[in-house]
């Protein structure tokens, strides 16, 4: 049994144990919850990276409800069309699009689905959108605070209606930190997808309208930067006086749900025309 | 062992010592079984050839007090059920609002164009009631399920026992003396269901719901109805005991020789 084991190391050689640490690869981006010496956390900016591979997904805030719109790559002609859902319903009223890691996305949206259940059981009524996204932004945050565990590879855009606040659009990231949008995007796309959406008249329009904008945004996000990829295009809304017979707990107010596959493939034939239209440089087949 | 109830299946105090009953003297009130305090009385429901009639009155009762007279006791659950509660409106304000309601949330996160059926909503509103009986907490309700369910009128009854049984047509509480006979005389079996028309069914799910009116002391005139099609659910929410008889009245007089 080696005594010097329990024996202090000599003084210096502790001191230099470790080189001095300034940025990147140089120690502070192995742990969560680590600062490095200019205040950043390392392990919460690679999961920002993970997020930033995902496919885009966009959420647009209207006058009259709220429109999320996922690009979904497909990795192989043999998944069944439509399956492998996206965007999640969280209560009723409000829907999750995320961006990342997809496991991350379902472990996240089951925890939004517990926060609205506990609501629901406290105060009898829908959660507000708010009170959700802020509910969120916390426990993503709850990730960046151990080295146990690592940060969300998501970022999560929360849209619905409330009573008090009409629609709310969302967007919770990797670090925790959610802000309201009149727009917002997420994923590989997400410099041009914003880039457009900066351009719309928000949050003025119909969600009439933001769907046949979403469909040309998510067409347009993809040819910009994974063209060579197959995608299918997922679309939900939720929208004010849309009342479905299902819709027996939240009567009156906006239900989250597909956006009806007519509307879609509509949008989805305006968006190809103005992919053709705009794009002649890069001519298709 | 003795003739007297008190000793029966005691073990022998010769043998085994005396019996520790202090348990059975808790300075504790019991903290399990309740019993029922804001009340509402029966809910009576027919089937018919298409679908399924089913009303209850809204009334809620504190003891004898006709305490809250709007209270709606028939609940949509999903697209083609109804379910109707007696007994204890915080209990069925427990499974109306919370129960259900989240169950419909959850069923609905799958998004598999699947939805809860009449059946379904029914076996496991039997499993909850039958859960908590078992726990020695009730919830003190006997509830009529009511929809259209694989292409059939579906009705069943469920209650604080977790008692389950099935009839094409079903009463609870006071209904269950009163509002049955007259069901039974328009559809005494299944076979029956076939012949009546919809029509036929609201008629004698109102005429019942007058009887129980002029008999039951816990009843109101005021009561909903709802009808459960293959299509929908149509609800009357103001329904009132109409065509009542009164008139006779005039003519008794004392409790036997008195004339005037």
Known sequence: MPSSVLQPLPLQESIHHFPVMTSIGTGYDLSNSVFSPDGRNFQVEYATKAVENGGTAIGIRCKDGVVLAVEKLIGSKLLVLGSNKRIASVDSHIGIACSGLIPDARHFTSRARSEASNWRKLYRSPIPISSMADAMGGYAQAYTLYSSVRPFGVTAIIGGMDEAGGPGLWMVEPSGVGWGYFGAATGRGRQAAKAELEKLPLPNITVEEAVRQAARIIYFAHDDNSKDKDFELEMTWVRLEKGSAEDAAVKGWGKHEEVPKELVAEAERLAKESMEGGGDEEMEE | ?260
């Open chain 2, 1 to 260: 062992m003795n003739h007297l109830p008190e000793a029966w299946g005691r073990p022998r105090n010769d043998v085994y010592g005396t019996y520790d009953a202090s348990y059975l003297q808790s300075s504790m009130p019991n903290q399990h079984t309740q019993s029922p305090i804001v009340t509402g009385t029966s809910v009576v429901a027919l089937k018919f050839n298409g679908g399924v009639v089913i009303a209850a009155d809204n009334l809620a009762s504190y003891g004898s007090l006709a305490r809250f007279t709007n209270v709606e006791r028939l609940k949509q659950v999903g697209t083609h059920t109804v379910v109707g509660a007696g007994g204890d409106i915080s209990d069925m304000q427990y499974l109306h609002e919370k129960l259900l309601d989240s169950l419909i949330i959850k069923e609905e996160y799958q998004n598999d164009g699947h939805h809860l059926r009449a059946s379904h909503i029914y076996r496991y509103l039997s499993k909850v009631l039958y859960q908590r009986r078992c726990k020695f907490d009730p919830l003190w309700n006997t509830l009529l399920v009511a929809g259209w369910d694989d292409g059939k009128p579906f009705l069943a009854s469920a209650d604080l026992l977790g008692t389950t049984f099935s009839a094409p047509a079903l009463a609870t509480g006071f209904g269950a003396h009163l509002a049955v006979p007259l069901l039974r005389r328009v559809c005494p079996d299944e076979a029956a269901v076939e012949n009546i028309t919809r029509e036929q069914a609201v008629d004698t799910i109102e005429e019942c719901m007058k009887v129980l009116f002029y008999r039951d002391a816990r009843s109101l005139s005021k009561y909903s109805l709802a009808i459960i099609t293959g299509k929908d659910v149509e609800g009357a929410a103001e329904c009132e005991a109409k065509n009542q008889s009164w008139k006779f009245a005039e003519g008794i007089r004392g409790y036997g020789t008195q004339v005037v």
